[in-house]
């Protein structure tokens, strides 16, 4: 029996769900199991121990991509069921496949993947790609079309990780230059392809009111609450992982202060902006992670934190209309004011760091984990590798244009990929609504009952 039309489009998003789930089933019965436990006292009170001081870590970071960062993306007031949803969704969805395609890389010996709590939290870094990245497109694309996203970004995002950290040894323990520019860029590019020159007119859906910009302020909130922990847990437990937390505790609380003064500044009537708000108060985090661990004075954390918001409430202010105006660039969630400015902020503030980092300061030398299971810093043969100052210098000035380049060129290939019909791209009266992917119960909000066909039919023909 043929599927009419009105259901193709929502039986393509279980049908993609279902067979990916079945392959992993498989693929994890044939070659995943956990480590053996250890016979050794010692062996079992160190791994032990490891559980205890990162699964808190790991919890943090799950509250905020699962919570924080869902409601931060809620301020779009029809579109509260899918953000949250979606990013759900994506989250589960690129962890597993990251999982997979991780441990076909470094961790396949012997027929075997051998999984443990770091293999999940490595995995969980290269899901928070995805979920930046989306940002830019959030509201005019279909699940299926995200879901397509993040297949691509996934194995581009590790050979990129791999090239910045292992073959080029950039320092950058809080992913500002592999996690938040590469997703910024390559969310950009999907966006420029997807919608290819065309200016995108503001929606009638797409104006935040009250109530979802204060949901949104709520998800920024919890974001900023965790934020120290997902930079800290990749650093080796001591001085580092204090010093990392202390890095971004300062320079998020001097971003947030920063954030308010300058949109009153910026704003006539001196009132603050809520965009502003949600997002100026975590650009200071984005910037620290690339030096979060180094050993500088407090005060440089704090400057980075207010010039990070700064920047960020600059680009949303002037930046990001003239993109619009002038490149047709359509980012809905401002990704790149808080994630790709910060980020280009940091990369830069790395490069002073090594320049006028001590000679013999140990804690400026690389302490991240590494996607292979082991610590970067074990590799290392004395001060920056043997580089010296300058060759690492011009290292994090590579890893920053290798970040950048590499992302814009996948992301454009990826959106013109997603242009094919297929994916079932809304139309563009139908987006930034809940009612194409929710039954919602509200009827003042829900369409009529024959709706359904014309949303199918119409999102099928575009």
């Not at 994890?28 to 053996?36: G, H, K, M, Q, R």
């Not at 922990?229 to 971004?248: E, K």
Request: glycine fraction near 10%; aromatic fraction near 8%; hydrophobic fraction near 50%.
């Amino acid at each position: 029996m043929a599927v009419p039309p009105s259901t193709y489009p929502r039986r393509l998003l279980p049908l993609f769900l279902a067979l990916f789930q079945g392959a992993l089933l498989l693929f994890f019965a044939l070659f995943v199991t956990y480590d053996e436990p250890s016979a050794q006292v010692e062996d079992t009170n160190l791994a032990a121990n490891q559980v205890y001081s990162t699964f808190p870590f790991f919890q943090d970071i799950q509250v905020m991509l699962v919570v924080g960062l869902g409601l931060l993306l809620t301020f779009l007031p029809r579109y509260g069921f899918s953000a949250l949803t979606h990013n759900f969704l994506l989250l589960n969805f690129s962890m597993q496949w990251a999982l997979v395609l991780q441990g076909l890389l470094h961790h396949f010996h012997h027929g075997q993947i051998h999984l443990d709590l770091h293999k999940l939290l490595i995995a969980e870094f290269a899901a928070v790609t995805v979920l930046i990245s989306v940002g830019a497109i959030l509201g005019r694309a279909s699940p299926c079309q995200l879901l397509v996203m993040a297949t691509c970004e996934i194995p581009i995002y590790l050979a990129s990780e791999w090239v910045i950290v292992t073959c080029l040894g950039v320092l950058d323990v809080g992913g500002t230059i592999t996690i938040h520019v590469f997703s910024c860029y390559f969310g950009l590019g999907v966006s420029k392809a997807l919608f290819r020159a065309t200016q995108q007119p503001l929606h009638p859906k797409e104006t935040p009111t009250t109530s979802s910009d204060l949901m949104s302020l709520v998800g920024t909130l919890i974001l900023w609450v965790f934020w120290p922990s997902f930079v800290a847990v990749p650093c080796q437990p001591g001085d580092a992982q204090h010093r990392a937390i202390l890095n971004t505790l300062l320079a998020m609380s001097a971003g947030a202060i920063t954030t308010v003064v300058a949109s009153s500044l910026l704003e006539r009537d001196g009132k603050l902006s809520p965009g502003h708000l949600q997002n100026g108060s975590l650009a200071g985090g984005v910037a620290i992670g690339v030096v979060a661990d180094m050993a500088m004075p407090p005060v440089a954390a704090l400057a980075l934190g207010s010039l990070s918001a700064v920047v960020c409430v600059l680009g949303f202010r002037f930046l990001t209309p003239l993109l619009a105006r002038k490149l047709a660039l359509h980012d809905q969630c401002g990704i790149h004011n808080l994630h790709g400015l910060p980020g280009i902020l940091g990369a830069a503030a790395s490069v002073v760091a090594v320049l006028v980092a001590p000679k013999d300061t140990s804690g400026s030398r690389p302490s991240q984990l590494s996607p292979a299971g082991g610590n970067a810093s074990e590799v290392v043969e004395g001060q920056w590798g043997g580089r010296g100052v300058g060759g690492q210098a011009l290292c994090q000035a590579a890893g920053l244009a290798v970040a950048i380049g590499a992302s814009l060129l996948a992301g454009l290939l990826t959106g013109a990929a997603l242009r094919l019909p297929c994916l079932a791209r809304p139309p563009e009266r139908l987006c930034f609504d809940d009612s194409l992917y929710f039954k919602i119960q509200d009827e003042a909000e829900s369409p009529g009952p024959d709706s359904s066909a014309e949303e199918g039919a119409l999102a099928l023909k575009e």
